[in-house]
């Protein structure tokens, strides 16, 4: 089974941003689609620079919630995308939902990004992997 056979079930448009979004926008496109636990990071052609998981955004949060005390939020706020950004993987409508969920279990991925020439053009959730999984038989 394909990639595009499942993708888009769940999310239609993923959560894009630029590489200088702020951690207060980032939080804000995640909370806008509570199925999605990931944002993507893309230049101004919609290419896949990074991928930004809640995991990241907690951690990055937390960590300096702990340190500095709610004073310092301001200053985790201010935090932009390129900074907290992971290496983007992908795949494409044509690759093999087993291929998806390998990336998935390897880099701990829940939402992958499925891009065509070079551009975003939606995801794949963990969900879709597995509900495509279970029909193959």
Same mark, same amino acid.
């Given at each position: 089974m394909k990639v595009e056979e499942i993708y888009k079930k769940y999310t239609v448009k993923p959560e894009l941003v630029g590489p200088d979004?702020?951690? !207060?926008?980032?939080?804000?496109?995640?909370?806008?689609d509570r199925g999605s636990r !990931?944002?993507?990071?893309?230049?101004?052609n919609q290419?896949?620079?990074?991928?930004?998981?809640?995991e990241d955004i907690l951690n990055?949060? &937390?960590?300096?919630?702990?340190? @500095?005390?709610?004073a310092r939020a301001s200053d985790v706020l201010a935090t932009m995308a390129k900074h907290?950004?992971?290496?983007?993987?992908w795949?494409?409508?044509t690759d093999d939902v087993d291929d998806a969920?390998?990336?998935?279990? @390897?880099? !701990?991925?829940?939402?992958?990004?499925?891009? @065509?020439? &070079?551009?975003v053009v939606g995801e794949v959730d963990c969900f879709e992997m597995l509900e495509g999984l279970a029909s193959k038989g």
């Open positions: 979004a702020l951690i !207060s926008e980032i939080i804000a496109r995640v909370a806008h !990931s944002v993507f990071v893309v230049d101004d290419a896949l620079l990074g991928i930004i998981r809640m990055r949060v &937390g960590a300096r919630h702990v340190a @500095r005390g709610f907290l950004m992971i290496e983007p993987l795949v494409t409508p969920l390998k990336i998935a279990v @390897r880099f !701990s991925l829940e939402d992958i990004p499925v891009v @065509r020439d &070079g551009k």
